[in-house]
């Protein structure tokens, strides 16, 4: 009785709503973090990019010491969830149009939603963490 | 007098009221979150574009490297500087206007 209670799977779904510039404030990476951490427990995960949230996933960041910033460039990361089985990235087409972004600045494949979708996928979710 | 935005014109409105309030002739400095409001082909490139009639407005090249930008992708007319140009604009005006 007690193993097959173990054994029962509780698969929820997990939606990560990331709103911020990657390097101006904690939050991005700190969000990433919890994604890998969360990832260990075989769960529905989803990420959703939205307004600045955006700016995380643009192509060529260079943070190195001779490019002057000197931080920690976690936007590789993004490109290794897939191998976490995080493969599911939405991407709101209001933020990455008002910022004179396309698809083709971004690093990694996701999926661009309008406001209906990224309603609807929203509110499919069991768990939302906002960063 | 110099002003430095440092946060996204997306996320504050720190560099829509510094460009309300800047005097003409007073240098304008983005950095850090700030340098996304020298990029070209945003909603705030109007707004960035009409400022630089009246005002020098100067970007810090290596905010926008780690961001994933060039000196490129900024508006026509705005300068890019390293850290040692940061500290001479510092060093050239009277005083300083952080708008945080």
Redesign the interface.
């Given at each position: 009785m007690e193993d097959e209670m173990m054994d029962e799977e509780v698969i929820k779904k997990f939606l990560y709503v990331n709103r911020k510039a990657p390097y101006g404030t904690v939050y991005a990476l700190e969000s990433l973090e919890v994604v890998l951490i969360g990832a260990a427990f075989d769960q529905d995960v989803s990420l959703a990019f939205i307004d600045d949230g955006v700016y995380q996933l643009k192509k060529d960041q260079n943070t190195s010491v001779d490019a002057g910033a000197g931080m920690k460039n976690f936007s590789k990361t993004y490109r290794a969830l897939e191998a976490y089985d995080v493969e599911k990235l939405y991407v709101d087409k209001k933020s990455m149009d008002e910022r004179g972004l396309s698809v083709d600045d971004l690093l990694v494949d996701v999926e661009i939603l309008d406001e209906a979708k990224m309603a609807e996928m929203m509110g499919q979710q069991d768990v939302v963490l906002s960063f | 007098m110099l002003h430095t935005v440092?946060?996204?014109p997306?996320?504050k409105n720190s560099l829509e009221t510094c460009l309300r309030l800047a005097s003409a002739g007073n240098a304008i400095l983005l950095f850090?979150?700030g340098v996304?409001g020298a990029?070209?082909?945003?909603?705030f490139?109007p707004t960035v574009s009409n400022a630089l009639t009246n005002n020098k407005v100067y970007v810090?090249?290596?905010?926008l490297?780690?961001?994933?930008?060039?000196t490129d992708n900024v508006i026509d007319g705005i300068e890019t500087v390293?850290?040692a140009g940061f500290v001479d604009l510092v060093a050239d005006n009277k005083s300083v206007q952080s708008w945080l």
């Amino acid at each position: 009785m007690e193993d097959e209670m173990m054994d029962e799977e509780v698969i929820k779904k997990f939606l990560y709503v990331n709103r911020k510039a990657p390097y101006g404030t904690v939050y991005a990476l700190e969000s990433l973090e919890v994604v890998l951490i969360g990832a260990a427990f075989d769960q529905d995960v989803s990420l959703a990019f939205i307004d600045d949230g955006v700016y995380q996933l643009k192509k060529d960041q260079n943070t190195s010491v001779d490019a002057g910033a000197g931080m920690k460039n976690f936007s590789k990361t993004y490109r290794a969830l897939e191998a976490y089985d995080v493969e599911k990235l939405y991407v709101d087409k209001k933020s990455m149009d008002e910022r004179g972004l396309s698809v083709d600045d971004l690093l990694v494949d996701v999926e661009i939603l309008d406001e209906a979708k990224m309603a609807e996928m929203m509110g499919q979710q069991d768990v939302v963490l906002s960063f | 007098m110099l002003h430095t935005v440092n946060k996204s014109p997306f996320e504050k409105n720190s560099l829509e009221t510094c460009l309300r309030l800047a005097s003409a002739g007073n240098a304008i400095l983005l950095f850090e979150d700030g340098v996304y409001g020298a990029v070209k082909g945003t909603r705030f490139e109007p707004t960035v574009s009409n400022a630089l009639t009246n005002n020098k407005v100067y970007v810090l090249v290596s905010d926008l490297e780690a961001r994933g930008m060039n000196t490129d992708n900024v508006i026509d007319g705005i300068e890019t500087v390293d850290y040692a140009g940061f500290v001479d604009l510092v060093a050239d005006n009277k005083s300083v206007q952080s708008w945080l």
